[in-house]
């Protein structure tokens, strides 16, 4: 396991000018953003050796296969003779952020994202001390599934996050080149905070995936960006995330700049659901179109929500894999900002047919029928699935079976009809990179 030293808090105040010049601002954050460039190519370390994993979750040469809970599937399996295979799971690559005092909810979201089958990364930002970044990872490895299947790290050196800037985006991009370091065996990556909870089983999210192809993303975005670009796009800031290492103001200047002409900017969500082919082509690619819109937004308030649908919608390779949702369960005001989900969004939650939600208060009693309705969780336990093979009703997941073995229940049929709606003809090609 790695013990490498985002939820994202409102700065501690702003202003309205700064004393030095533009210039001088520009040139200082030109020069950061390259830094951070550079801190993203690629490592010529290979990754640490791990001992074997433990053949109970990851027998050699075993058959996948899926094990469904209604009854109707069963039957209708039992009624062919020779039932084709079904494709095996694919894996996720979880980045999961959070902030000072915020471990408990870490391990929260944790357990009822957990299978075997997936990597996850599990960030507390600066304003969190060492202390408590040390203390989740022993904690961490105080679990014997998680040092059985190796597949949960902690970032030991916080990054510095601000929720204007792009701090917060050198954040995710730092998770996602990580994950390209320590594994080659993933095939979607998903950056969740602590305000986020899922509204399916990874064994549901694992089997509705393995249906479909690798290199689709699943991104809400727009080319409309209306009061955004005066209020997020135009001004000029510094986000003092890049390169102090204590909490600072973030600067704005008095000047503003013109959008850019050399690509569209398109808008979207800060949470998405990205193939390892596109973060390879963000990351590690030959084209130059990601670092010129990452220097371009390092000044910029809105970097998080407008780096991945942009670059998408302006590469020929990949504007055609986009699908325009998270998958992701929001309710937004009149201004574009989520409210606080709790019991009185249950049934709309469970019938969006979404993987997630957000954003959630810390214990939110909704949280608990989530876990008990839906994920059928108990408190500081995985969610059971095809691998648990411990009595029902106990800690089933004490006793560990194949990790390829899935037991998708309602909530993949769930999925599954919001996909599909997603997909429809209609629906998928007039909402792809549409330019309004």
């Not at 989520?338 to 049934?347: A, G, M």
């Not at 997941?397 to 993949?412: E, F, H, M, T, Y």
């Amino acid at each position: 396991m790695l013990n490498h030293p985002n939820h994202h808090h409102q700065p501690p105040s702003t202003t309205t000018s700064i004393r030095p010049s533009t210039p001088c601002i520009l040139l200082s954050t030109i020069l950061f953003s390259l830094l951070l460039i550079l801190f993203f190519s690629t490592s010529t370390h290979p990754p640490p050796s791990l001992p074997p994993l433990d053949p109970s979750l990851f027998p050699p040469d075993s058959p996948h296969r899926h094990l469904f809970l209604s009854s109707s599937n069963t039957s209708s399996h039992k009624s062919k003779q020779n039932p084709p295979s079904p494709p095996p799971p694919p894996s996720i690559a979880y980045l999961i952020s959070g902030s000072s005092n915020e471990t408990g909810r870490i391990l929260r979201l944790l357990f009822s994202i957990y299978h075997p089958k997936n990597i996850y990364l599990l960030h507390v930002d600066s304003r969190a001390s060492q202390a408590e970044r040390d203390n989740l990872a022993v904690k961490i490895q105080s679990f014997p599934l998680f040092k059985a299947a190796q597949n949960v790290n902690v970032v030991g050196k916080a990054d510095v996050v601000y929720q204007q800037g792009s701090s917060t985006l050198s954040a995710i991009l730092h998770g996602a080149s990580t994950f390209l370091r320590i594994s080659k065996n993933w095939d979607w990556f998903i950056n969740l905070s602590v305000d986020d909870y899922p509204l399916v089983t990874q064994d549901d999210l694992l089997h509705i995936m393995s249906y479909l192809p690798k290199d689709l993303n699943f991104v809400n975005h727009t080319s409309y960006i209306g009061w955004i670009e005066s209020r997020k796009l135009k001004p000029i800031i510094v986000d003092p995330g890049l390169y102090i290492l204590e909490e600072n103001e973030v600067f704005y200047a008095t000047q503003k700049r013109p959008l850019p002409d050399a690509f569209r900017l398109f808008t979207g969500s800060s949470s998405a659901i990205l193939s390892r082919k596109f973060i390879e082509f963000c990351i590690l690619g030959t084209d130059n179109l990601p670092r010129t819109v990452l220097m371009y937004l390092a000044n910029t308030p809105s970097a998080n929500s407008v780096y991945f649908p942009t670059i998408l919608c302006n590469t020929q390779k990949f504007n055609r894999t986009i699908i325009n949702h998270n998958l992701q369960y929001v309710s937004l005001n009149l201004r574009k900002e989520p409210h606080l989900l709790n019991s009185s969004y249950y049934t709309d939650l469970v019938q969006s047919g979404v993987a997630f939600a957000s954003r959630f208060r810390p214990d939110d009693p909704t949280l608990d029928r989530i876990d008990r309705e839906i994920l059928h969780r108990a408190p500081g336990k995985p969610v059971p699935g095809g691998w648990c093979l411990g009595e029902s009703g106990l800690d089933s997941c004490k006793v560990w079976g194949d990790a390829d073995i899935l037991r998708p229940g309602l909530g993949a049929k769930r999925l599954e009809n919001c996909l599909l709606e997603l997909l429809s003809k209609e629906t998928f090609l007039s909402q792809q990179c549409a330019v309004n």
